[in-house]
């Protein structure tokens, strides 16, 4: 059967943005892959898209060859190992960005400041300015965690439907890091209601004993991120935090700016 007009200049039609329709619906489906964990099917692909079988295929064959996804035997398609140097790249240029932000955090605050994403189903920090005090925390940039148990992942996960959350626990679990981690779904999603309300995120000896943690999503962000100061808990007590977090929210404000600025925002 021959194909029609519109699928033979796919690749050449320009989308209402001005991008090219084959890109934006190629990079489309490498998103939904991620959102899926990285694996999926073409019929998956084609109900949350809403794209035909016959077009998500061509666009599949194509990303295939150029490495950024593979055919796994049981003939679903995986993310690509060529995605990871793209992505460690663009990890090393957000933390870039976000560094003189942070370091204002700190300045401002007297603490440890990071920035951190939601990568899957964990949180893996991308940049971080440490405090001047002789005592202070330190996260290395790169290290995973599960959101659980962070103030960040409380943050990053406060936006999402509670069916979604549920999902998410129940892949990672629930490991205790102290005796303050919180431990059971129905628990997490009250703190994450309690994050809604008041527009922050604590991590209070939850990720390590004797250590606090505040936290609030960057604005408009091209990926999921969000920005923290850590510190002991006798410096991050409860006084400190009415001062802090409207700092933590100006940073965080201005980082956004920042990234769209960048060309990490989607075209209006």
């Known amino acids: 059967m021959p194909t029609s007009s ?64 593979r055919q796994q035997p049981n003939r679903r398609y995986a993310l690509g190992p060529r995605l990871i140097r793209l992505g460690e790249s663009a990890s090393r240029l957000l933390g870039t960005w976000a ?64 069916q979604e959350v549920r999902a998410l626990l129940a892949r990672t679990g629930m490991p205790a890091a102290t005796d303050k981690t919180i431990t059971t779904p129905d628990g997490f999603l009250a703190a994450l209601e309690e994050v809604r309300r008041q527009g922050y995120a604590i991590d209070d000896n939850e990720q390590e004993i004797g250590v606090r943690c505040l936290a609030v999503p960057v604005p408009d962000s091209p990926t999921a991120a969000a920005i923290s100061i850590s510190g002991p808990a006798g410096r991050v007590t409860e006084a400190a935090t009415a001062t802090i977090v409207p700092v933590l929210r100006q940073v965080a404000a201005e980082l956004s700016e920042t990234l769209l600025a960048s060309g990490g925002g989607s075209a209006a």
Do not use: W
Not at 18 to 35: K, P, T
Not at 128 to 135: A, E, G, L
């Open 6 to 69: 519109a699928s033979t200049t796919d690749s050449a039609k320009s989308s209402a943005s001005g991008g090219v329709q084959s890109l934006e619906r190629a990079f489309d489906l490498l998103e939904r892959m991620a959102d899926a964990g990285g694996e999926v099917g073409l019929s998956e692909l084609s109900a949350s898209s809403g794209l035909p079988l016959p077009t998500i295929h061509r666009l599949m064959r194509t990303l295939v060859a150029c490495g950024y996804v």
């Open 99 to 162: 560094r003189p932000h942070l370091a204002r955090l700190v300045e401002e605050t007297g603490e440890t400041a990071n920035m951190a994403l939601l990568d899957g189903d964990e949180i893996v920090y991308v940049a971080q300015v440490p405090s001047k005090h002789s005592m202070r925390m330190f996260t290395e940039v790169g290290r995973r965690v599960l959101p659980h148990s962070t103030g960040v992942g409380k943050a990053l996960l406060a936006s999402f439907p509670p």
